[in-house]
């Protein structure tokens, strides 16, 4: 009797071990499958430098990464530049010494407009890997090959 619950013990803990294992370990296959429309675009670049193996695995770093990483829309452009000037004249006013009046107006400035570039408003941002393309033979993929090749 001690056997069979021991054995079952066992075994109980080596289907968990298992069922534990994700079907989708390839980072590239999980990038690819939640980029949407924008699936097509990418598949093109890995098709373009699959005869290149360094420049594809480059580009497959890239795209690896993409659903990491967000950019601003690009209607919110206009706004977050008119924050930046605006911060960037209350620090030419200050002579960019960053004094206790300095900090009160930059943070009056934030309760202003900290909504628009508050990394919690998702509003504000898209995720790079449903709408970022990258153009076969641009640099971004050579400079990312030279960082690859200096690790």
């Known amino acids: 009797m001690r056997i069979k619950v021991d054995l079952i013990f066992l075994l109980s803990i080596f289907i968990m071990g298992f069922s534990c294992i994700s079907q989708q370990d ?3 296959k999980r990038a ?3 980029a949407g429309d924008n699936r097509a675009k990418l598949e ?3 098709e373009h430098y699959k005869q290149d193996t360094l420049k594809l ?5 890239l795209i690896q990464n993409m659903p990491f990483h967000f950019s601003a829309k690009q209607e919110m452009d206009s ?6 000037d605006k911060h960037v004249k209350i620090s030419e006013k200050y002579s960019w010494e960053m004094s206790l009046k300095w900090r009160r107006e930059i943070d009056d400035l934030k309760d202003i407009y900290g909504f628009l570039y508050s990394s919690a408003n998702s509003f504000n941002t898209k995720q790079d890997i449903k709408s970022i393309y990258i153009e076969p033979d641009v640099r971004i993929v050579k400079y990312n090959l030279h960082d690859y090749l200096k690790n």
């Open 26 to 28: 390839d980072p590239l």
């Open 32 to 34: 690819l499958s939640i």
């Open 44 to 46: 093109k670049v890995l």
């Open 57 to 61: 695995k480059a580009a497959c770093f």
């Open 79 to 84: 706004s977050l530049w008119k924050v930046y």
